[in-house]
């Protein structure tokens, strides 16, 4: 009995100790701004162990008083060629939403001209920004580069909110005629105007390609964050990125060194971003949800539910009706079509989503599809894509889909 006693002891005082170096650990983290960025290294992945064995909160990181006090952030994380323009203009399009078009595009440029290219530097720069947006706190350089970037008259589509009253005397179609914005401007109508923020970022520059960072500027108590990790076929990702000229194979190379460099990275990144989600406390679980490209392309209204519901949004017949046009073959949808011309290619989003989701199988030769499944594994089998396996005839068959209804990430809801 002594013994027993004394190793309950023993148990109890680690327990203690472990949960004090945790909550020092990362009370470090985000005094005075500085951030260390841990994805990649085995201390973080310890730490998330300690978690999940002991059953133990993520300290200070979820919002638990005074939510209705906190400003409200959504943010849709995603790599490029994704289907997350679409997303994020579906919240572009609801009147509650200040929606921002991948801010980190100005973290990237503040970041060149202040000289902060450093993983670190950048890193910190990027959660230092974004902790901000996610107050309606904008600094002079983010006002300058949105003036920029969001004035320009091909992005005007990009965020209704800055393009439209109080910001711009009415739907403007010419950004000269809208005032200059300034932070207490811009301050002003993000807190008072609207009911929730919505931010579209890519995963190519979010610091390490990790989640991780992005739940550290969700870590001030007055800022309540969700996050819609979208997920797309990776064939279909890195057949797009390719086309797109993200990354090119030269002729002279048929080893395809770039396509397997490509796919390594991309599905090693959502691999290790799914594992990380899943190993989160329940606590953070929950404001995380998982979309896949493919459900919200073939049934886009249930897509559409699902994720105004997991935003606490209603869902207006205009968003309906606008989904609707954008998304299914008609002469409105060409006319919709006409109407993208003279806009930036990467805003416009009328497509017919169920032939986008079958388009890249009648564009990629069969040998590269071969190179991306073999790179890919792993996650084609969490979000439940099927491998064409050298098969010719699979691969052009469209009647038969290559993805299944049920797989392993959907049994995390």
């Excluded at 013994?3 to 005094?31: P, Y």
């Excluded at 230092?128 to 004035?151: A, M, P, Q, W």
């Amino acid at each position: 009995m002594a013994v027993g006693s004394k190793r309950q002891t023993v148990f109890k005082i680690l327990l203690i100790v472990t949960s004090v170096l945790v909550f020092w650990l990362v009370h470090q983290l985000t005094v005075n701004g500085h951030y260390n960025l841990l994805f990649k290294s085995s201390l973080h992945k310890k730490i998330l162990l300690i978690f999940q064995d002991q059953q133990l909160d993520l300290p200070t990181v979820v919002v638990k008083k005074n939510l209705k006090k906190a400003q409200k952030n959504v943010i849709i994380v995603a790599h490029g060629r994704s289907g997350s323009t679409i997303t994020g203009d579906l919240f572009n399009h609801h009147s509650s939403v200040f929606y921002l078009f991948e801010p980190l595009q100005t973290v990237e440029r503040i970041s060149y001209r202040e000289n902060k290219t450093s993983k670190d530097d950048y890193g910190n720069l990027m959660v230092d920004i974004l902790t901000k947006i996610f107050r309606c706190n904008f600094g002079k350089s983010v006002v300058e580069d949105f003036e920029h970037f969001y004035r320009d008259p091909s992005h005007l589509r990009v965020s209704h909110a800055i393009a439209s009253p109080p910001l711009c005397p009415h739907e403007m179609s010419d950004p000269s005629l809208c005032p200059p914005m300034t932070s207490e401007s811009l301050e002003k109508v993000c807190a008072n105007n609207y009911k929730i923020n919505v931010l579209k970022v890519l995963m190519s520059r979010i610091a390490e390609g990790s989640i991780y960072n992005i739940l550290a500027a969700c870590n001030p108590t007055e800022v309540d964050c969700k996050i819609i990790f979208l997920i797309r076929d990776p064939r279909a990702v890195i057949a797009s990125s390719r086309s797109v000229g993200f990354f090119q194979d030269p002729a002279s190379d048929p080893s395809r060194k770039n396509l397997r460099e490509y796919s390594h990275e991309k599905c090693q990144q959502t691999e290790e971003n799914l594992e990380l989600v899943k190993n989160l406390p329940l606590s953070w679980r929950k404001r995380i949800i998982i979309q896949r490209y493919e459900d919200f392309a073939m049934k886009p209204l249930d897509g559409l539910l699902r994720l105004f519901q997991f935003a606490g949004l209603s869902v207006p017949d205009s968003v309906k009706i606008w989904l609707n046009q954008t998304t299914q073959p008609s002469k409105d949808h060409e006319e919709l079509k006409a109407a993208c011309r003279g806009y930036d290619p990467a805003v416009c989003t009328v497509d017919d989503s169920s032939l986008a989701v079958n388009r890249w199988r009648w564009k990629v030769p069969l040998a590269d599809i071969d190179i991306m499944e073999q790179y890919c594994t792993r996650v084609m089998k969490m979000m439940g894509y099927r491998p064409v396996d050298q098969s010719y005839e699979l691969m052009s068959n469209i009647s038969v889909p290559l993805f299944s209804e049920e797989y392993e990430v959907k049994g995390w809801d």
